[in-house]
T-cell receptor
Framework: DQQVKQNSPSLSVQEGRISILNCDYT??????FLWYKKYPAEGPTFLIS?????DKNEDGRFTVFLNKSAKHLSLHIVPSQPGDSAVYFC?????????FGTGTRLQVFP | GAGVSQSPRYKVAKRGQDVALRCDPI?????LFWYQQALGQGPEFLTY????????KSGLPSDRFFAERPEGSVSTLKIQRTQQEDSAVYLC????????????FGPGTRLTVT
């Protein structure tokens, strides 16, 4: 039973445009959400997070939106750059562990 | 180094062999986590330490898996009598405090059991 779902395995976006990555969760007890970025042969790198008491958090080109009623969060990257090409994981937590989605591979082309 | 390091980076084991995977967390980080990542999946939680205490081992798939962090710093994940289904990338992460959700990951150890 997957508690955190990323239904799009891949996304392709032109450089300069907006990338929107989506994530759905089932457990209403989750109180903190994070996005990680992963390059091949490297571990995941923390990108941005949001507490369940907020609905938006912004850091430079990255913005995370949380819709608790829909149990949905999204990561917006604008403008997208070729260096953003990676696998993005959504993760959620309510205790000590992080529960990850299966990831979305983002490809930003020129 | 400044980040989490893991060794070896790659390990090939024959079915039935024992393996030991090492994690050096960021200096001063209180919490340490082990995750298993199968191909095409996200990382899945195995176990968690706060200093030297193993507070949660609910994700360990069987009693063949054992983790320790005896001095509250370096950790070792041991897998006994490896099976083919153990083939995966094993990721270690650390975080600064007991309540920090932001975990910093090492590069992982890719284990292949033949």
């Amino acid at each position: 039973d997957q508690q955190v779902k990323q239904n799009s395995p891949s996304l392709s976006v032109q450089e300069g445009r907006i990338s929107i990555l989506n994530c759905d969760y089932t457990n209403s007890m989750f109180d903190y959400f994070l996005w990680y970025k992963k390059y091949p042969a490297e571990g995941p790198t923390f990108l941005i997070s949001i507490s369940s008491i907020k609905d938006k958090n912004e850091d430079g080109r990255f913005t995370v939106f949380l819709n608790k009623s829909a149990k949905h969060l999204s990561l917006h990257i604008v403008p997208s750059q070729p260096g953003d090409s990676a696998v993005y994981f959504c993760a959620a937590s309510n205790t000590d562990k992080l529960i990850f989605g299966t990831g979305t591979r983002l490809q930003v082309f020129p | 180094g400044a980040g989490v390091s893991q060794s070896p980076r790659y390990k090939v084991a024959k079915r039935g062999q024992d393996v030991a995977l090492r994690c050096d967390p960021i200096s001063g980080h209180v919490s340490l986590f082990w995750y298993q990542q199968a191909l095409g999946q996200g990382p899945e939680f195995l176990t968690y330490f706060q200093n030297e205490a193993q507070l949660d081992k609910s994700g360990l798939p069987s009693d063949r898996f054992f983790a320790e962090r005896p001095e509250g710093s370096v950790s070792t994940l041991k897998i006994q009598r490896t099976q083919q289904e153990d083939s995966a990338v094993y990721l270690c992460a650390s975080s600064l405090t007991e309540v920090s959700y932001e975990q910093y990951f090492g590069p992982g150890t890719r284990l292949t059991v033949t």
